[in-house]
């Protein structure tokens, strides 16, 4: 069970292992994993969501953070050391999945906004999946924007975070394909305004 921590919520790991928290979520994973990366139905317990919860936050931190330096970055260093330290989620963040089945075996699209040089981003959008699996990373430092991604609903996104309290019949009832996985990638950038990078 999650425990709720001031403005961030921390997902509890097994802390008896020097493995990194990539290769406990495989760990934890295995057997559904592949399944889901492979497109296959799979039930995500707790266990394996808060897994996949914290492979994405970490892929979205490196992503930003590996960019150019120069760069106004969304997620702070506090936030960062606070995740690498406790797992704790940043506020305002939720997390979809998605069922792909198009051309591209490998995929990734980070948006932030407004990106400029002396402001950090307010808003910070991460698509990325691989094979038939896409995750969809979306976090904003103003409340008004919480509304667009609470708003996300239907039947080609699950909600894996904020946790739904139950577990998750993986896949999706409907599948998205190329066209598709363009507006998923978008969609945040053309509510709000952003950058592609």
């Not at 790991?13 to 399944?35: E, N």
């Not at 932030?112 to 699996?133: E, M, V």
């Not at 896409?134 to 924007?145: G, I, L, S, T, W």
């Amino acid at each position: 069970m999650p425990e709720v921590s001031g403005p961030t919520q921390t997902i509890r790991a097994d802390r008896g292992t020097s493995r990194s928290p990539v290769s406990v979520a495989q760990g934890r994973l295995s057997g559904g994993s592949d399944m889901a990366f492979r497109g296959q139905k799979t039930l995500l317990d707790e266990t394996r969501q808060g897994s996949l919860v914290r492979w994405a936050v970490k892929t979205a931190m490196v992503n930003e953070f590996t960019g150019a330096a120069a760069e106004q970055k969304y997620f702070t260093e506090a936030e960062r050391l606070a995740f690498r330290d406790s797992y704790a989620i940043p506020a305002n963040l939720w997390i979809w999945l998605a069922r792909y089945d198009g051309v591209l075996p490998l995929h990734s699209l980070q948006i932030r906004a407004p990106k400029t040089a002396d402001k950090r981003p307010t808003l910070y959008s991460l698509t990325f999946g691989s094979n038939f699996f896409v995750m969809q990373v979306f976090a904003c430092r103003e409340d008004r924007f919480c509304r667009v991604a609470e708003a996300t609903q239907g039947s080609r996104l699950q909600q894996v975070y904020p946790s739904p309290s139950a577990w998750i019949s993986w896949p999706p009832e409907t599948t998205i394909d190329d066209a598709e996985l363009q507006v998923l990638d978008y969609r945040f950038a053309r509510v709000i305004g952003g950058t592609v990078e």
